[in-house]
């Protein structure tokens, strides 16, 4: 969480900041923070509140063009939001000033020896401590900012991406990481520090991405070195060349990124798809598989571990793995996964989901499976992020960049790679018959256009959300594989709506969540044609009966639930595996609207950030 940005070279360095800032406020938004240095002087401002507030303020805090800047946007940690603890932080002489995205967990240990020293300290936040531990580092030791900032570094437990600059040596900033990300974006004569890519890339599509324990110092005139903090060794920067564009970034004539995601999930999946499947062929090419398929057709079982939304649809793939490649499947959710001292052996074969790429609790879940001697198989959309490069192998969702906090064409996508990979074993084992087979491939190929249709039921969604607004809480119910997706349904309402929402296996209703029902209460039913229909339509009679409010996405034509619920909504036909890909999208409009009409904030919803890098 917490988003940095750091530019340094011949332009003016505010623009530069400021709507880098913007594009990483996913990342956290409940204060931010901006220090220019023009060779001489620094001007700071920073508040509480949004990259919006912070220009306000920067009007009258900010009177200089510095050619060197860093910002910040932060999801807080340690002490509260507020302008105080915003970020940057400077030194107790002023010289050092710092940008900062982790934890640093013995702060208070460090704090302590530095008050003794006669240190004061202005806000509650570990980065003002790190930050002076870097002076104090630089002071005893009589050494220059880089070395300061490795031995201080090697002092601290914790987590960060930072950037540092001294106001002596007008020509540098120090950048540093360990488990949170960190991009260098090189130009002509000019570099630029970011969490990711997005602030820099109408400047450059060259970017060196800084592994775990690696630290740079970014000179002006100077090639990147890059440095080991453990001891000093030198690494080669890998350039990599971006391809990721300025559209893709933007909202494109939406509203929100949070609809404009929702929308492009037809592209999204086929984009997941495409070079992949190729239906015509019979074939299903995925190169992280393809390689290693000994190692999937040999697993023991196959582990699934995951945070949230990405958890929902490992959920779903625990189901298709199963049911097609008749492969044993455990979904974890990596927090728990990774304290619970799991039973690992060699022949498990761990999938890790992520669209960041960056949840720290799935980082942390795959390090252990690794040193117990899992294959780890990654599915991420950031490419280069640190699960991307810490996994065996693994295979990208090429959804494009996901902006809104809330999960959207994430969740389908994924569903989609894991859809791919479970046919493909399906078929290498003959656990699947090969016109079976053949029907899967060619449905997956057609539902980017099925799920245009059911965007179609926009409006209808718009008028349901208009019936709804008001609830205090809402009940997702679905069987099968669509259980995953009332999962889903609830946690994308709750997120962004703040109504209090539960996703049930529909028959668990019997066992509590009945008791919930009267003529308050909406309950959104998947009851499509093909998932345990006549059981579904058992439960809606029970909800009826007791007058609860029906919202049912069922299958195109239906009439029986038809009958029976107070809105319904169509999605078209497809084999049961593909209905989650379908039946997402309405609870995902149907959220967006209530979010929308109750006046939240949807693509930043309180209290959230995009990419959990603390546990
Ligand atoms: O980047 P990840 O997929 O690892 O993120 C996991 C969760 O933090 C994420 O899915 C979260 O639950 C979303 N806000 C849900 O919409």
Same mark, same amino acid.
């Given at each position: 969480?917490c988003?940095i940005?750091?530019y340094?070279?011949?332009?003016d360095a505010?623009p530069?900041?400021?709507?880098?800032?913007e594009r990483?406020e996913y990342?956290g938004y409940?204060?931010a923070?901006i220090?220019?240095?023009?060779?001489k002087?620094t001007?700071l401002a920073?508040?509480?509140?949004?990259v919006?507030d912070?220009k306000n303020k920067?009007?009258?805090?900010?009177?200089?063009?510095?050619?060197?800047g860093?910002g910040?946007?932060?999801?807080?940690t340690h002490g509260?939001?507020n302008?105080?603890?915003s970020?940057?932080?400077y030194s107790?002489?002023?010289d050092l000033?710092i940008?900062?995205?982790g934890?640093i967990e013995?702060y208070?240990?460090?704090?302590?020896?530095?008050?003794?020293?006669?240190?004061v300290?202005h806000?509650?936040t570990?980065t003002e401590v790190?930050?002076?531990?870097?002076?104090?580092?630089?002071? +005893?030791e009589?050494?220059?900012l880089?070395?300061?900032v #490795?031995?201080?570094?090697?002092?601290v437990?914790?987590?960060?991406?930072?950037?540092?600059? =001294?106001?002596n040596k007008?020509?540098?900033?120090v950048?540093a990481?360990?488990g949170s990300?960190?991009?260098i974006?090189?130009?002509?004569?000019?570099?630029?520090?970011?969490?990711?890519?997005?602030?820099?890339?109408e400047?450059?599509?060259n970017?060196?991405y800084l592994?775990d324990?690696?630290? @740079?110092?970014v000179?002006l005139g100077?090639e990147?070195k890059?440095?080991?903090i453990?001891?000093?060794a030198?690494?080669?920067p890998?350039?990599?060349e971006?391809?990721m564009n300025?559209?893709e970034?933007?909202?494109?004539?939406?509203?929100?990124?949070?609809?404009?995601?929702?929308?492009?999930q037809p592209?999204?999946?086929l =984009?997941?798809?495409?070079?992949?499947l190729?239906?015509?062929?019979?074939?299903? /090419?995925?190169?992280?598989i393809d +390689?290693n398929?000994e190692k999937?057709l040999?697993?023991?079982r196959?582990?699934?571990? !995951?945070?949230?939304?990405?958890w929902h649809?490992?959920? %779903?793939?625990e189901?298709?793995?199963?049911d097609?490649?008749?492969?044993?499947?455990?979904?974890e959710?990596?927090?728990?996964?990774?304290?619970?001292?799991?039973?690992?052996?060699?022949?498990d074969?761990?999938i890790a989901?992520?669209q960041s790429?960056e949840?720290?609790?799935? $980082?942390?879940?795959i390090?252990?499976a690794k040193?117990?001697?899992?294959f780890?198989?990654? %599915?991420?959309?950031v490419?280069?992020?640190?699960?991307a490069?810490?996994?065996?192998?693994? @295979?990208?969702?090429?959804? &494009?960049?996901?902006?809104?906090?809330?999960?959207?064409k994430?969740f389908?996508? +994924?569903i989609?790679v $894991?859809?791919l990979?479970?046919?493909? $074993?399906?078929?290498e084992?003959g656990?699947?018959s090969?016109?079976?087979?053949?029907?899967?491939l060619?449905?997956?190929?057609?539902?980017?256009?099925k799920?245009?249709?059911t965007l179609?039921s926009n409006?209808l969604?718009? =008028?349901?959300?208009?019936?709804?607004k008001?609830?205090?809480?809402c009940l997702?119910l679905?069987r &099968?594989?669509n259980f995953p997706?009332?999962?889903?349904g609830a946690?994308k309402?709750?997120?962004?709506?703040?109504i209090?929402?539960?996703?049930y296996?529909? @028959?668990?209703? /019997?066992?509590?969540?009945?008791a919930?029902i009267?003529?308050?209460?909406?309950?959104v039913v998947?009851?499509?044609?093909?998932?345990?229909?006549? /059981?579904?339509?058992?439960?809606? #009679?029970?909800?009826k009966?007791?007058s609860? /409010?029906?919202? !049912? %996405?069922?299958?195109?034509?239906d009439?029986?639930?038809?009958?029976?619920a107070?809105?319904?909504v169509? %999605?078209?036909?497809?084999?049961?595996?593909?209905?989650?890909?379908?039946?997402?999208?309405?609870? #995902?409009?149907l959220?967006?609207h209530i979010? $929308?009409?109750?006046?939240?904030n949807v693509? +930043?919803?309180?209290?959230?950030a995009k990419?959990?890098t603390?546990?």
């Open positions: 969480m988003g940005v750091g340094i070279g011949h332009r505010y530069i900041i400021i709507k880098g800032l990483l990342r409940d204060s923070g220090v220019l240095f023009d060779g002087d001007n920073k508040t509480k509140g949004k919006e912070l920067s009007n009258t805090t900010i009177s200089i063009d510095g050619k060197l860093l910040h946007t932060r999801w807080a509260v939001p302008d105080v603890n970020h940057p932080h107790n002489s002023g000033v940008i900062h995205n934890i013995n208070e240990s460090i704090k302590k020896a530095l008050i003794k020293r006669g240190y300290f806000s509650d570990d790190l930050v002076n531990l870097i002076e104090e580092v630089k002071k +005893q009589g050494v220059k880089g070395k300061a #490795q031995i201080a570094l090697n002092q437990v914790g987590a960060y991406a930072i950037a540092v600059f =001294d106001k007008s020509d540098e900033i950048v990481r360990l990300p960190l991009a974006g090189i130009g002509e004569n000019e570099y630029f520090i970011a969490s990711d890519a997005s602030p820099f890339i400047f450059t599509n970017a060196v592994e324990e690696e630290m @740079a110092i000179r100077k990147i890059l440095r080991k453990k001891d000093d030198i690494a080669y890998n350039i990599l971006l391809q300025l559209e970034i933007e909202k494109g004539g939406y509203d929100h990124f949070m609809l404009k995601e929702i929308y492009e592209r999204a999946i =984009d997941t798809y495409r070079g992949r190729l239906a015509d062929q019979g074939l299903i /090419k995925m190169a992280g +390689q398929l999937f040999n697993a023991n196959i582990i699934i571990v !995951a945070c949230g939304t990405s649809a490992g959920l %779903v793939a189901y298709i793995f199963e097609l490649a008749r492969i044993p499947v455990e979904v959710y990596a927090s728990e996964f990774r304290y619970r001292n799991p039973v690992i052996t060699e022949n074969v761990l989901i992520s790429g949840t720290a609790d799935t $980082l942390a879940a390090k252990m040193e117990r001697g899992a780890v198989f990654g %599915v991420c959309n490419v280069g992020s640190s699960i490069r810490e996994t065996d192998a693994g @295979a990208y969702t090429h959804a &494009g960049p996901e902006i809104g906090v809330a999960s959207t994430a389908t996508t +994924q989609t $894991l859809t990979i479970a046919l493909k $074993l399906a078929k084992k656990s699947i090969e016109s079976k087979y053949h029907e899967f060619v449905e997956l190929e057609g539902i980017p256009a799920v245009e249709k179609a409006a969604l718009e =008028d349901i959300a208009e019936v709804y008001d609830s205090s809480n997702y679905g &099968g594989y997706v009332a999962l889903e946690l309402l709750k997120e962004i709506s703040y209090h929402a539960e996703g296996p529909a @028959a668990e209703m /019997k066992h509590g969540p009945i919930l009267d003529e308050e209460m909406p309950v998947i009851a499509t044609r093909r998932g345990h229909y006549e /059981k579904v339509v058992s439960n809606i #009679q029970e909800i009966s007791r609860g /409010k029906i919202i !049912a %996405v069922v299958t195109e034509g009439v029986q639930v038809t009958e029976l107070d809105h319904v169509e %999605v078209p036909e497809t084999s049961e595996p593909l209905t989650p890909l379908l039946t997402t999208i309405p609870l #995902q409009l959220s967006y979010a $929308l009409m109750r006046g939240c693509d +930043q919803p309180r209290n959230l990419s959990v603390v546990e």
